[in-house]
Nanobody, 123 residues
Framework: VQLQASGGGLVQAGGSLRLSCAAS????????VGWFRQAPGKEREFVAA????????CYADSVKGRFTISRDNAKNTVYLQIMSLRPEDTAVYYC?????????????????WGQGTQVTVSS
């Protein structure tokens, strides 16, 4: 499975972005997908995940109410809508797929990773 993340950019605080993760490869539509982010000098952290059908989602506490993950299996694409951006949301955002989806922890051990897309929020 190959993953291609896009949609990052430079935005002002309070703005919004929609990130996309396009998947290709064998049975790519049957995997759970997650978003992670890594800020400068920090470890990569879980942000959100969606199960294969799109009916179950999981979010990190820090993004609940501002981030929405969704998927369109017909397009093999998972989206991350980000609202009310804050400077602390600045990071490289990665999408990942595979592994076992968990309704509490999201996607602890994905099998596949895409390249990141940079999100920079100015104050």
């Amino acid at each position: 499975v190959q993953l291609q993340a896009s949609g990052g950019g430079l935005v002002q605080a309070g703005g919004s972005l929609r990130l996309s993760c396009a998947a290709s490869g064998r049975t790519s539509g049957s995997y759970a997908v997650g978003w992670f982010r890594q800020a400068p000098g920090k470890e990569r952290e879980f942000v959100a995940a969606v199960n294969w059908s799109g009916r179950s989602t999981c979010y990190a506490d820090s993004v609940k109410g501002r981030f929405t993950i969704s998927r369109d299996n017909a397009k093999n694409t998972v989206y991350l809508q980000i609202m009310s951006l804050r400077p602390e949301d600045t990071a490289v955002y990665y999408c990942a797929a595979g592994g076992r989806y968990n309704v509490v922890s999201g996607l602890p051990s994905p099998d596949y990773w895409g390249q990141g897309t940079q999100v920079t929020v100015s104050s």
